[in-house]
């Protein structure tokens, strides 16, 4: 079995910055990031594949970065400029045809 463990989730202001990281059991083809909010469909954050091709949604572009350290087998998402929209529960997402897998998430909180 393929594990994905994050870390980073926490509390904080509107404008602030944190950093997730997901540490995966072995290599992984594609790996990114989806969050779900209360009351809401989980929705794609960001991808980025082991050649580091990267995808974001319209609504973290310019906040979000993705990258990986493949010597390490993790993904990190560093978000900036954080608003109490983003408030929700991040989960590591992993692709490996014909597999994928989940984490168990981690919560971010932005307060206004």
């Known amino acids: 079995q393929v594990q994905l463990v994050e870390s980073g989730g926490g509390l904080v202001q509107a404008g602030g910055s944190l950093r997730l990281s997901c540490a995966a059991s072995r290599s992984i083809f594609r790996m990114g990031w989806y969050r779900q909010a209360p009351g809401k469909q989980r929705e794609l954050v960001a991808t980025?594949?082991?050649?580091?091709?990267?995808t974001y949604a319209d609504s973290v572009k310019g906040r979000f970065t993705i990258s990986r350290d493949n010597a390490k087998n993790t993904v990190y998402l560093q978000m900036n400029s954080l608003k109490p929209e983003d408030t929700a529960v991040y989960y590591c997402?992993?692709?490996?045809?014909?597999?994928?897998?989940w984490g168990r998430g981690t919560q971010v909180t932005v307060s206004s």
């Open positions: 980025i594949s082991s050649g580091g091709e990267t």
């Open positions: 997402h992993g692709q490996d045809f014909p597999q994928y897998y």
